[in-house]
């Protein structure tokens, strides 16, 4: 992680959708810094990495993300270092997700604020990954242009999915089972 700015986001090729997420600092500021010098779009997830930045830094990296994902926790501190509330970061990206465990999430977008429930699919083995499957259903939406409620709740049933599992990410599932899951949630065809 100590490395990570090494990496140059050009060198990459294409890039049609990316991630800033918990990384070495100066990875994270190079890479939100590179991804917005050539416009590509990317979440800013800043994870467990936020204390490293000061709030200039975190408006800094908001203002060039398109997307915005915390927890609740970190939603707070995000607050606490801009000073600015997340109704207000909102306006400044595209989306801004705030996941708030088994209360479900929320997500701003468009002027809107919408509440994704949480996805209950049976026994609750072990959460750890269940942010980052959750992730995974946001990113998927984004890139398949899906609107903002249908991919909170594909996010929200990867986390759940997950969290059934022990292990980080050791759950394996296909997508005919993820569509099916969706549907019999939803009352919907996953796009």
Not at 98 to 127: F, M, N, W
Not at 144 to 156: E, F, I, N, P, S
Request: one cysteine or more; aromatic letters at 6%.
């Amino acid at each position: 992680m100590g490395h990570s700015h090494l990496n140059k986001v050009a060198a990459a090729g294409q890039i049609g959708l990316a991630i800033v997420s918990p990384d070495g600092r100066e990875g994270m500021l190079q890479h939100a810094r590179e991804l917005g010098a050539l416009g590509i779009p990317f979440v800013f997830d800043p994870g467990q990495g936020l204390p490293m930045f000061s709030g200039d830094e975190l408006l800094e990296m908001v203002k060039l993300a398109r997307y915005v994902a915390v927890n609740s926790y970190e939603g707070k501190m995000l607050e606490e270092r801009t000073g600015v509330s997340l109704a207000n970061l909102a306006k400044q990206v595209e989306a801004l997700v705030v996941t708030h465990g088994a209360e479900g999430s929320e997500i701003y977008a468009q002027g809107q604020r919408l509440k994704i429930p949480c996805v209950k699919l049976g026994e609750v083995v072990d959460p750890t990954g269940c942010g980052d499957a959750y992730r995974s259903g946001l990113l998927y939406g984004i890139a398949k242009g899906m609107d903002w409620r249908a991919t909170g709740q594909l996010a929200a049933l990867m986390g759940a999915i997950k969290i059934g599992a022990r292990g980080g990410q050791n759950h394996k599932v296909t997508r005919a089972e993820i569509e099916a899951l969706y549907r019999r949630h939803f009352g919907e065809d996953l796009v």
